[in-house]
């Protein structure tokens, strides 16, 4: 059965994106340049942040991302300084092209997880979504990374683009042997930040999606989705208040909630290479507003999302979008 995981109150996680140059063009790139800007980290300033983060939270999780995080000519010397620097786990996320030969410049006691996105079981069904030949290259290299020992995972965006594939992807999961699958679920942010028609009914995540985790957790994968609607019993909890996830842009913006990170609401940024918290008006002051519906940065950015009884009130509640439901290999 899917357990809901509660928010980690002792361990940080770190969503360092490196930079936000990308070889794809991917229809729901979350990645807004107006917002998180174009530049490149440099190794000196990479360190740097990653040390104050680390003297912050000793033994947090370091996930490096992008962008393409493998087009970044220094990856393998920020992983080994994070490793230095004490990080509990490394996780690179990546598009499958592993640029700079990667696979021959790290080791997997260095790197916990290589994470592949993939949209669709086909290379029809994918490159449509993600670009030509993207297909081709995620697959080859999740294999190359499991034959060199690396574990791996896979992230899926599901939309209404390839929600009837989804159904197709086991398979595909059991012959690149990945050790986890991510599904993850659309949301109006980045370049998708107009495209509604994207979006799933409630309806159609609640009947198809906890079945098919189920599923590929029996072919012995570890399956994590966003709970997204809570059942009536259920705390709402928003991790931007109990939890310690950070997500920093090279610009230096650092938010506390990926729904922000189409605005200048961040809540922290990077001043000579210090952490610094803003003042108001930032995402921490929306965070605190408590209403029916749940999330808030939810209903600011994609209300669509919500149902009402004739009398006004709200049919359900949004959970936190870190809020996820995982099924243990087995299932
Ligand atoms: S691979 Fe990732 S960073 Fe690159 S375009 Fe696609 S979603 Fe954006
Ligand atoms: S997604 Fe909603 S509940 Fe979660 S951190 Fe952001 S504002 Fe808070």
Redesign the pocket.
């Known amino acids: 059965m899917p357990q809901t995981v509660s928010f980690a109150k002792h361990a940080a996680n770190v969503f360092l994106h490196l930079l936000t140059q990308c070889n794809l063009r991917c229809r729901h790139c979350y990645i807004n340049p107006a917002q998180h800007g174009t530049e490149r980290l440099r190794l000196a300033t990479a360190e740097a942040w990653m040390a104050e983060l680390a003297r912050r939270h000793p033994n947090a999780n370091l996930i490096l991302l992008g962008g393409e995080p493998t087009l970044h000519p220094e990856l393998p010397e920020i992983v080994s300084s994070a490793r230095k620097l004490g990080y509990g786990s490394i996780t690179i996320d990546t598009n499958g092209y592993l640029f700079h030969d990667i696979l021959e410049r790290v080791t997997p006691a260095e790197v916990e997880y290589f994470s592949f996105s993939l949209d669709g079981s086909t290379a029809e069904r994918n490159d449509a979504i993600r670009g030509q030949g993207s297909f081709e290259a995620c697959t080859r290299g999740a294999k190359r990374a499991k034959a060199k020992g690396f574990r791996t995972s896979l992230i899926f965006t599901v939309s209404a683009l390839n929600l009837d594939d989804l159904a197709q992807m086991p398979p595909l999961l059991a012959e690149l042997n990945v050790d986890r699958f991510f599904i993850q679920v659309i949301g109006l942010r980045g370049q998708a930040q107009d495209q509604l028609d994207l979006q799933l009914t409630r309806d159609q995540w609640l009947t198809r999606i906890p079945a098919i985790a189920r599923q590929v957790a029996r072919l012995g994968i570890a399956v994590t989705y966003p709970k997204v609607y809570l059942s009536a019993g259920d705390a709402?909890?928003?991790?931007?208040?109990v939890a310690d996830?950070y997500f920093i842009f090279p610009n230096g913006r650092v938010y506390?909630?990926?729904?922000?990170e189409d605005f200048a609401l961040h809540s922290h940024c990077f001043v000579d290479n210090r952490l610094i918290r803003r003042p108001p008006i930032t995402?921490q002051d929306?965070?605190r507003l408590t209403i029916a519906e749940?999330?808030?940065?939810?209903q600011l950015i994609q209300p669509n999302n919500m149902r009402y009884a004739p009398d006004g009130r709200p049919l359900y509640r949004?959970?936190?979008?870190?809020?996820k439901e995982e099924i243990a290999p087995g299932g």
């Open positions: 709402f909890e928003c991790a931007g208040q996830n506390r909630c990926p729904l922000c995402e929306l965070f749940g999330c808030v940065m939810n949004i959970a936190c979008c870190l809020l």
